[in-house]
């Protein structure tokens, strides 16, 4: 029996970090961290909400005259919309692309964890193929072993009947 061997700590992310030296193309730069987070902000329904919450106010303040710093055609309006639409535009393909850099980089890994896994297993299958001849062939010499044992023990009882019926003659 052999004494139990420590397990090794096993790195689960020992093939992403072969990649962990790729930067995003916008790097990770305050700017760019910054400007990803602010896209991201742009889809969720707190933004949405909060514009459409802006914008109606500006309406009803402005269309019932309780103001008059934006009047119908709410110019103002649409330049902040437009204003908007210029620097969202160039965030959200920011965010895009850095997420696409850090999904090739994951898909890369991943490939390669899938190709040790298979070349893991082809040996694994070959040590298999080979523990199975090896026991094939221990039990042909097993078998062989056998039979010679038993042909030795009956060459042994007859060997010694012969020498019985030597002794038990004479007398």
């Known amino acids: 029996m052999t004494p139990d061997k420590p397990q090794a700590k096993v790195d689960h992310l020992r093939f992403h970090r072969a990649h962990a ?3 995003p193309t916008f790097g990770n730069d305050t700017f760019a961290l910054k400007a990803e987070a602010f ?3 742009f889809g969720t329904p707190t933004f949405l909400g909060a514009q459409t919450a802006i914008v109606v106010l500006w309406v009803v303040l402005n269309g019932t005259g309780v103001t008059h710093f934006d009047v119908y055609p709410f110019i103002l309006l649409n330049l902040a919309f437009s204003l908007q639409s210029a620097y969202a535009a160039p965030l959200i393909l920011l965010a895009q692309t850095r997420q696409a850099a850090r999904d090739k980089a994951q898909s890369d890994a991943d490939a390669q964890h899938r190709e040790a896994l298979a070349v893991a297993n082809t040996e694994r299958q070959a040590q298999a193929a080979q523990n199975t001849a090896q026991l094939l062939e221990l ?3 097993n ?3 056998t ?3 038993k042909q030795l023990t009956e060459r042994i009882e007859s060997l010694t009947s012969e020498m019985h019926q030597q002794f038990v003659r004479k007398p």
Do not use: I, S
């Open 21 to 23: 030296h790729l930067e």
């Open 39 to 41: 896209a991201r902000f």
């Open 139 to 141: 039990l042909e010499q």
């Open 143 to 145: 078998t062989r072993l």
């Open 147 to 149: 039979e010679m044992t």
